[in-house]
C-alpha cells in the first residue's frame, strides 16, 4: 500500500500523507537578496533567484491549501489540506485501494471520518463500536503513521542542491508562471518541476517530481486565506478514549 512521495516537498511515504515540509536556505548557487522586494520582471530573474524568492515567500505563510497526487506502480493517492501551519487543518483523501477519510484537526485534538476500507487498514485497533458514529474523537497524539492522518504544523522544504534550469513563461491553472527544473540529488533519474507565480507575490503554485518509479504532483492554493474550523455535531461524535480496551 505505501507509496513513496518526493516532489519537492516531502520525502515520506505517501500513505501516512503527512506533509512534512522541511525548511532550509535554496542551495542553486545563487545569493540571498535578503527582504528587499525583486522588482523586475520575472523572466528577466535567474533559476536561483526565482527559487530563492519563492523559498522565502513560502517560509512567511500564514495559512495555504496543498492538493496532491501521488502515483506508483499503478496505484494512486490524493489528498487536499487546507492549514493554519500551526494546530488547525483539515484533510480528505482518497486511494486507489478504496480508503477514504476525512480529519479535522483543532488543538491537540483529532476528529476522523473513515470509511470501512480505512479502518481496515488503521494503524490502531478497531471495535465494532466504531462504524456506528461518523466521526471518532481522538488525541492528536495518538495518531500514528498508518493512521494516514496530517500533522496541521509544516515547513517548506527547499530544491536540493545542483544545477536550476529556468524554463519559459506558461500559464498554469490560468495563471502566468515560470517552471524551474532541478535534478534530484538522490534518485537517478529523478527530477523536480518548480512553478513559480510571474505575476504579484513569487508563490510556489505547483511543484512536479518524477523518478523512473514514481509521480507526485503538489499543488499550493489560498495563500494566507482565513478559514474557520469546527468539529462535527456532538451527535456524530464517538470518543475513542471513553472505550474501555476491551471495547465489543
Excluded at 505563510?61 to 487546507?82: A, E, F, K, P, W
Aim: include cysteine; aromatic fraction near 6%.
Amino acid at each position: 500500500m505505501p507509496l513513496d512521495t518526493r516532489g519537492g516537498i516531502v520525502r515520506t511515504k505517501a500513505s501516512t500523507a503527512a506533509l512534512c515540509l522541511f525548511v532550509g536556505t535554496v542551495a542553486v548557487g545563487c545569493a540571498d537578496a535578503g527582504d528587499t522586494a525583486d522588482v523586475r520582471p520575472a523572466e528577466t530573474r535567474s533559476a536561483g533567484q526565482l527559487l530563492n524568492e519563492a523559498d522565502r515567500t513560502m517560509k512567511a505563510l500564514t495559512s495555504v491549501t496543498i492538493v496532491t497526487d501521488v502515483s506508483s506502480g499503478g496505484r494512486r493517492y490524493s489528498s487536499r489540506v487546507t492549514t493554519d501551519l500551526e494546530n488547525r487543518c483539515t484533510m480528505k483523501a482518497t486511494s486507489s485501494w478504496g480508503s477514504k477519510v476525512e480529519q479535522i484537526r483543532i488543538g491537540e485534538t483529532d476528529y476522523i471520518h473513515p470509511n470501512d476500507t480505512y479502518l481496515e487498514l488503521w494503524g490502531r485497533a478497531t471495535v465494532p463500536a466504531m462504524r456506528h458514529k461518523p466521526w471518532l474523537k481522538s488525541p492528536a497524539s495518538a495518531a500514528k503513521g498508518a493512521d494516514d492522518l496530517v500533522d496541521c504544523a509544516w515547513s517548506y522544504s527547499s530544491p536540493p542542491e545542483g544545477k536550476a534550469t529556468k524554463g519559459d513563461l506558461t500559464l498554469l491553472d490560468g495563471k502566468p508562471a515560470i517552471s524551474v527544473q532541478v535534478a534530484d540529488d538522490m534518485v537517478e533519474g529523478g527530477l523536480y518541476t518548480y512553478y513559480v507565480a510571474a505575476e504579484g507575490k513569487p508563490y510556489l503554485l505547483r511543484i512536479d517530481y518524477q523518478d523512473p518509479h514514481h509521480r507526485t504532483i503538489r499543488k499550493f492554493s489560498g495563500f494566507n486565506n482565513r478559514f474557520n474550523i469546527h468539529p462535527p455535531a456532538a451527535a456524530d461524535v464517538l470518543d475513542l478514549s471513553s472505550l474501555p480496551p476491551d471495547a465489543p
